[in-house]
């Protein structure tokens, strides 16, 4: 990587001892330059007149002032081309959902491995998406290069859309009027077809695809 492609990134998370030691795992890495750090959303808004657009903004969930659900929608209205990566703590489905409603392109483990998050960056960066292992590279791909979509059944749509609420499985079942198994069966038909492993999979690719419009 050349720095005509230097990849820039920003760190908003409102932990100074981990935000400071992202920065200087990611600065290890050749290709990346962080840009600034800022505590929260308000810090971050103030900071990115000041400084080099990044390409990439690293964004924890939960922040006093503005957290990132409210920086990462704020983001996707007036910098829409700047990545969000969602810093979460742990593999949340709604937390990670909300995030990706809200217009992140993905999420890191906090404590995922340095090339990991390395790694999940360039995805971002090169292909416009990264959902830890749960989206496959196929997936990624066809978000990528628009691919011809898999064919589903009106079932499958319905239940696509609803997994994109916050109804559980079970809440879901009572609204379609079938039962658990059915949904069950909806779920593993779109989990085969997609190659994917979780309903955060299926909420990107329902947003990514217009299944659903935020």
């Known amino acids: 990587m050349t720095?005509?492609?230097?990849?820039?990134?920003?760190?908003?998370?409102?932990?100074?001892?981990?935000?400071?030691?992202?920065?200087?795992?990611?600065?290890?890495?050749?290709?990346?330059?962080?840009?600034?750090?800022?505590?929260?959303g308000e810090h971050m808004q103030q900071l990115l007149p000041k400084n080099t657009l990044p390409d990439v903004v690293l964004m924890d969930l939960n922040m006093p002032v503005m957290d990132g659900y409210a920086a990462t929608t704020w983001l996707k209205k007036h910098h829409p081309q700047i990545k969000v990566l969602a810093l979460s703590m742990y593999e949340d489905?709604?937390?990670?959902?909300?995030?990706?409603?809200?217009?992140?392109?993905?999420?890191?483990?906090?404590?995922?491995d340095p090339r990991e998050v390395f790694n999940a960056i360039k995805t971002v960066y090169e292909k416009g998406v990264f959902i830890n292992e749960l989206v496959s590279g196929k997936l990624i791909r066809s978000v990528a290069n628009q691919q011809t979509e898999p064919s589903f059944s009106k079932n499958e749509i319905e239940f696509l859309k609803l997994s994109c609420s916050e109804l559980t499985y079970k809440e879901i079942a009572d609204k379609l009027c079938v039962s658990p198994r059915t949904v069950d069966n909806y779920r593993e038909s779109l989990f085969l077809k997609l190659n994917l492993k979780s309903r955060t999979g299926l909420v990107l690719y329902a947003i990514q695809n217009q299944v659903i419009t935020l």
């Open 3 to 40: 720095a005509t492609n230097l990849i820039h990134i920003a760190i908003v998370d409102d932990h100074t001892l981990f935000r400071n030691g992202v920065a200087a795992l990611m600065k290890e890495f050749k290709g990346l330059t962080v840009v600034f750090e800022a505590n929260n």
């Open 93 to 112: 489905d709604k937390a990670v959902i909300k995030m990706i409603k809200c217009g992140a392109a993905g999420y890191v483990l906090k404590g995922a």
